[in-house]
């Protein structure tokens, strides 16, 4: 027998029902709002645990030199993309598939102009030799090498129209501008040239 101390209500104990039915709530309610969105996967959770978050700058000079450390990065990063040819980060002159393959057409192949600036040096020193016959080879020697610079950008020009049309015979570029684009770079040493060569000398394009 028990008992009822005045004042209080007896506690009534549920029913089956709504203990299955609590049961059932309360383990629904703690799979589901335990923390409301699905488990960051292990790739996500390292990447966010990459390093601990530097202070911020406590004087203006320290803020500037992470400023001008940043800058420095951003510009390192477009430059190498600039390098292998992203055309995101070349810029104007240098963009697009058929500006593409005009540079993979003068990159496979040997030009006379990618020694226009070793044949220039050397007749630069032969102008400075106090001798009329070293002066008077020098000259010939330039006035040579410019005739043959002449020939092979020729070549080098109609090989880039010809290339140009059977890939893209829809382009909307001015063929002499494009070939224009071609001798320029032809004339700088390969290893100097920018956006670098994408492919080996003697390659098919």
Same mark, same amino acid.
């Given at each position: 027998?028990?008992? @009822?101390? !005045?004042? +209080? %209500?007896?506690?009534? =104990?549920?029913?089956?029902?709504?203990?299955? &039915?609590?049961?059932?709530?309360?383990?629904?309610?703690?799979?589901?709002?335990?923390?409301?969105?699905?488990?960051?996967?292990?790739?996500?959770?390292?990447?966010?645990?990459?390093?601990?978050?530097?202070?911020?700058?406590?004087?203006?000079?320290?803020?500037?030199?992470?400023?001008?450390?940043?800058?420095?990065?951003?510009?390192?990063?477009?430059?190498?993309?600039?390098?292998?040819?992203?055309?995101?980060?070349?810029?104007?002159?240098? @963009?697009? !598939?058929? +500006? %593409?393959?005009?540079? =993979?057409?003068?990159?496979?192949?040997?030009? &006379?102009?990618?020694?226009?600036?070793?044949?220039?040096?050397?007749?630069?020193?032969?102008?400075?030799?106090?001798?009329?016959?070293?002066?008077?080879?020098?000259?010939?020697?330039?006035?040579?090498?410019?005739?043959?610079?002449?020939?092979?950008?020729?070549?080098?020009?109609?090989?880039?129209?010809?290339?140009?049309?059977?890939?893209?015979?829809?382009?909307?570029?001015?063929?002499?501008?494009?070939?224009?684009?071609?001798?320029?770079?032809?004339?700088?040493? +390969? %290893?100097?040239?920018?956006?670098?060569?994408?492919?080996?000398?003697? &390659?098919?394009?």
């Amino acid at each position: 027998m028990k008992l @009822r101390l !005045p004042g +209080r %209500r007896p506690a009534t =104990d549920p029913t089956p029902e709504a203990a299955t &039915a609590v049961t059932a709530h309360g383990a629904t309610a703690v799979g589901t709002t335990g923390k409301g969105r699905p488990t960051p996967k292990r790739t996500e959770a390292q990447g966010r645990r990459s390093g601990p978050v530097p202070p911020p700058p406590t004087t203006r000079k320290e803020a500037f030199k992470r400023q001008r450390e940043q800058q420095a990065a951003g510009r390192g990063s477009a430059r190498e993309a600039a390098a292998r040819g992203d055309d995101s980060a070349l810029p104007a002159r240098d @963009r697009g !598939p058929v +500006r %593409r393959l005009v540079r =993979d057409v003068v990159d496979a192949r040997r030009n &006379a102009g990618s020694f226009f600036l070793v044949v220039a040096a050397l007749v630069l020193i032969g102008y400075f030799i106090p001798s009329p016959a070293v002066q008077g080879y020098t000259v010939f020697v330039w006035f040579a090498f410019f005739l043959v610079i002449i020939a092979d950008s020729f070549v080098l020009g109609r090989r880039i129209k010809r290339v140009v049309l059977e890939r893209f015979p829809n382009h909307k570029e001015s063929m002499r501008s494009l070939i224009w684009y071609g001798v320029s770079r032809a004339t700088m040493i +390969r %290893r100097w040239r920018f956006p670098k060569p994408q492919v080996a000398l003697g &390659a098919e394009i």
